[in-house]
């Protein structure tokens, strides 16, 4: 059976529509289904199929919209320390336990055992969990970094590791240090500015803090 080029473009645009719809990150949800319904509107108008033409262009004109929206819309980004026993934490870890596997070497946190540790609140959502204990005199290390799946656009990392510097410099920190093993959070160190170095014959990630 012989596929012609239009119908190869017809398959991608729904694979990648399809694909968007498994997208956690609402920011990777628009851009993918942008994608898709952009090719989708392109097949429908070169087979002749203007109504599903103009449909997937209005799809696409709303997905620029909502984009804008999102890149232009001034978030609110507050740190919140943990304090001893809370219930709370003990709550989050146990909901995102499978998603904290996928960034953590660390089966269990214990948080009396860490010098560093707070939620950030991002729109007065609890969207991620830091957890630090100090290295050496002046390095932090970073023992679990982790934002929730609907909030991974990287804001939160930029906002914990570039514009709230102050907050680890006054604790005497002068630089993060992490030894993860999990790609995943090894790809996100890097976006971040981590550097790939060794310490103690050991891989890891260490990040300076500059003023």
Same mark, same amino acid.
């Given at each position: ?17 399809? @694909? !968007?719809?498994?997208?956690? *990150?609402?920011?990777? =949800? /628009?851009?993918?289904?942008?994608? #898709?319904?952009? %090719?989708? +509107? ?68 214990? @948080? !009396?055992?860490?010098?560093? *540790?707070?939620?950030? =609140? /991002?729109?007065?959502?609890?969207? #991620?969990?830091? %957890?630090? +204990? ?78």
């Amino acid at each position: 059976m012989n596929i012609n080029w239009l119908e190869w473009l017809g398959y991608l645009a729904s694979l990648l529509v399809l @694909i !968007s719809l498994l997208m956690n *990150s609402i920011i990777k =949800l /628009r851009w993918i289904n942008l994608l #898709g319904s952009g %090719i989708f +509107s392109l097949y429908g108008f070169l087979i002749g199929a203007l109504p599903v033409g103009f449909m997937n262009l209005g799809i696409v004109l709303i997905n620029i919209y909502h984009l804008i929206k999102i890149y232009r819309s001034k978030e609110y980004f507050k740190i919140l320390s943990i304090e001893g026993n809370s219930q709370y934490f003990d709550y989050f870890l146990d909901f995102y336990k499978n998603e904290i596997e996928k960034y953590s070497d660390k089966a269990k946190f214990n @948080i !009396s055992n860490f010098d560093v *540790s707070f939620f950030i =609140l /991002r729109n007065m959502v609890p969207a #991620g969990l830091f %957890i630090g +204990s100090r290295y050496n005199e002046d390095t932090l290390n970073v023992e679990l970094d982790f934002v929730i799946p609907e909030y991974r656009d990287f804001k939160i990392g930029t906002y914990v590791f570039e514009h709230n510097k102050h907050y680890f410099i006054d604790k005497g920190y002068s630089k993060f240090i992490s030894f993860s093993s999990k790609d995943e959070h090894i790809e996100y160190l890097k976006k971040m500015g981590f550097k790939e170095s060794v310490e103690n014959d050991r891989k890891c990630f260490i990040k300076s803090i500059n003023i």
